[in-house]
């Protein structure tokens, strides 16, 4: 294999990638790497700006779809367009993803529980009953078929579960269990499914504040292992590995990319 180009001839959807956080920065990544892309988002001017700064930098098709993925009547019609034009989805990352504000999970009002939800969990899983069954079938893809990575957070973990987004931190809960749910159900088919957890990184969700995101990390009590604030970059090298040869006997993880954010929450 070209381990260059070690995605060509095959598909990554990306949803959520119409901003210039985590989304577009893994499309340009795989792109990088010769897959073709789809790019999905309710965005479309930012859907857009993604397409365009794909198409000027690397030689690969990119197709947008706009779509809200907690609407399975458009996520069904996403399906139908990405089979239209391309014949598999060997990637499929599940990143689109909202906050729920600051408040703590009871003191959370019930639109905002629901709308947190919908995208987050429900989301995710719309998506992902609308490809699989495509994608088990891709035999021409060998010994993996096809894989999914979902974007959760630190704060659906453990370590991580974060009273200042309630909601939030349960909605990244739920997604990281569907991860190991579906290693378990998709693994006899040979499709990998992997979470990556970021911590606090710099990117639209918190504005692309640096000082925001230091006051989070006070609230917190933490100061950060590795002393820099992470950014989405990070995140795609990541996602990237799950992507590659190199990650094809990990299934059912969740990745925690958080400079060690966790492992220090009031202890330092
Ligand atoms: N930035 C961080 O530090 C951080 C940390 C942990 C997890 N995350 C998660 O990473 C993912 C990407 O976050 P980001 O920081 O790049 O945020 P972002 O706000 O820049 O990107 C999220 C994108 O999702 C899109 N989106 C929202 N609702 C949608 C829907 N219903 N259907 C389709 N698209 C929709 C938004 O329009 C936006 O373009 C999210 O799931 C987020 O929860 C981010």
Same mark, same amino acid.
């Given at each position: 294999?070209?381990?260059?180009?070690?995605?060509?001839?095959r598909?990554?959807?990306?949803?959520?990638?119409?901003?210039?956080?985590?989304?577009?920065?893994?499309?340009k990544s795989?792109?990088?790497k010769?897959a073709? &892309? =789809?790019?999905?988002?309710i %965005?479309?001017?930012?859907?857009r700006? +993604?397409q365009?700064i794909i198409l000027?930098? *690397?030689?690969v098709?990119?197709?947008?779809?706009?779509?809200?993925?907690?609407?399975?009547?458009?996520?069904?019609?996403?399906?139908d367009q990405?089979?239209?034009?391309?014949?598999?989805?060997?990637?499929l990352?599940n990143?689109?993803g909202?906050?729920s504000?600051?408040?703590?999970?009871?003191?959370?009002?019930?639109?905002?529980?629901d709308?947190?939800?919908?995208v987050?969990?429900?989301?995710?899983w719309?998506?992902?009953?609308f490809?699989?069954?495509?994608?088990?079938?891709?035999?021409q893809?060998?010994? &993996? =078929?096809?894989?999914?990575? %979902?974007?959760?957070?630190?704060?659906? +973990?453990?370590?991580?579960?974060n009273?200042? *987004?309630?909601v939030?931190?349960?909605?990244?809960?739920?997604?990281?269990?569907?991860?190991?749910?579906?290693?378990?159900?998709?693994?006899?088919s040979?499709i990998?499914?992997?979470a990556i957890?970021?911590?606090v990184l710099?990117?639209?969700?918190?504005?692309?504040?640096?000082?925001?995101?230091k006051?989070?990390?006070?609230?917190r009590g933490v100061k950060?292992?590795?002393?820099?604030?992470?950014e989405a970059?990070d995140?795609a090298?990541?996602?990237l590995?799950l992507?590659s040869?190199?990650?094809?006997?990990?299934?059912?993880?969740?990745v925690?990319?958080d400079?060690?954010?966790?492992?220090?929450?009031?202890?330092?």
């Amino acid at each position: 294999m070209n381990y260059e180009k070690f995605l060509e001839g095959r598909v990554a959807l990306i949803t959520g990638a119409g901003s210039s956080g985590f989304g577009r920065e893994m499309a340009k990544s795989f792109a990088s790497k010769g897959a073709d &892309i =789809v790019i999905n988002d309710i %965005n479309l001017e930012g859907l857009r700006e +993604t397409q365009e700064i794909i198409l000027n930098e *690397f030689n690969v098709e990119v197709l947008i779809v706009k779509a809200d993925i907690s609407n399975s009547i458009e996520v069904k019609e996403m399906a139908d367009q990405v089979f239209k034009k391309f014949d598999n989805v060997f990637l499929l990352v599940n990143n689109a993803g909202i906050d729920s504000g600051l408040y703590t999970s009871l003191k959370t009002k019930e639109e905002i529980y629901d709308k947190v939800m919908a995208v987050n969990a429900k989301g995710a899983w719309n998506v992902t009953k609308f490809f699989f069954r495509r994608m088990k079938r891709q035999k021409q893809f060998k010994p &993996i =078929v096809g894989k999914i990575i %979902n974007i959760a957070s630190c704060a659906g +973990t453990d370590n991580g579960f974060n009273p200042f *987004f309630g909601v939030y931190s349960a909605s990244k809960a739920t997604l990281i269990a569907f991860t190991k749910l579906w290693a378990l159900e998709l693994g006899s088919s040979n499709i990998t499914v992997n979470a990556i957890s970021p911590g606090v990184l710099l990117t639209p969700i918190y504005n692309n504040d640096p000082k925001l995101i230091k006051m989070l990390l006070k609230t917190r009590g933490v100061k950060l292992p590795i002393d820099r604030i992470g950014e989405a970059k990070d995140v795609a090298d990541v996602a990237l590995f799950l992507a590659s040869p190199a990650a094809d006997y990990i299934t059912g993880q969740n990745v925690i990319l958080d400079g060690g954010m966790t492992i220090s929450i009031n202890k330092l």
